[in-house]
């Protein structure tokens, strides 16, 4: 089993990273391979709703020039995902937002291939928002058939400059929480 967390910050190593590798933590202790991808310094386009994924049934999204199809495969192969991203304008990041429709898009024109993969989130936020971003997460795992663990309280953590989400013992909590509820539920749809 392989559980893949993605960072959609720009930020190297900033508190979504910090949040992301505290529910990998658990997650590899139960002895699941897990991967953390960073998406800093790059840039993925938008879907531009060319319906070619549909005509194709490839299991890849028509824009070639980004990258973002390797980590669709990626995604696919990964029996779970964590997706994780700062709170912009109470949103999810544009990269992730990139992902979030081309690699949905093209998993529901070629059978649906993350249904009953296990999914949480991870949220940076400064003050408010975050809860949208949590949303924006969570309805691309649901239209996508994606079981969605839970975990002690919504998956926010605090913090403005990078590193100072180590200080929001709560929202820490809650991603080692998250990381333990993943690896419990892989572990019952794997028996």
């Not at 997706?83 to 990269?95: D, E, R």
Request: aromatic share 6%; glycine share 14%.
């Amino acid at each position: 089993m392989k559980v893949l967390a993605i960072n959609g910050s720009p930020r190297k190593g900033g508190n979504t990273f910090l949040m992301l590798q505290k529910a990998l933590e658990p997650i590899a202790a139960a002895g699941i391979e897990t991967e953390l991808v960073e998406l800093h310094g790059i840039n993925y386009l938008g879907c531009i709703a060319c319906m070619k994924c549909w005509e194709r049934q490839d299991g890849h999204c028509a824009i070639k020039k980004d990258g973002l199809n390797d980590l669709i495969d990626k995604m696919r192969a990964a029996d779970g995902l964590i997706l994780g991203s700062p709170t912009y304008f109470a949103n999810v990041t544009s990269n992730m937002k990139s992902i979030i429709d081309r690699a949905g898009m093209v998993a529901l024109a070629n059978g649906g291939f993350f249904a009953r993969k296990v999914g949480g989130s991870a949220v940076a936020v400064r003050r408010g928002g975050g809860i949208a971003v949590f949303d924006a997460i969570n309805h691309f795992y649901l239209i996508n058939q994606v079981v969605v663990a839970g975990s002690s309280y919504w998956n926010l953590g605090r913090g403005l400059a990078p590193g100072d989400v180590s200080s929001d013992e709560e929202g820490m909590t809650t991603m080692e929480n998250l990381g333990k509820n993943m690896a419990w539920v892989l572990g019952k749809l794997h028996a």
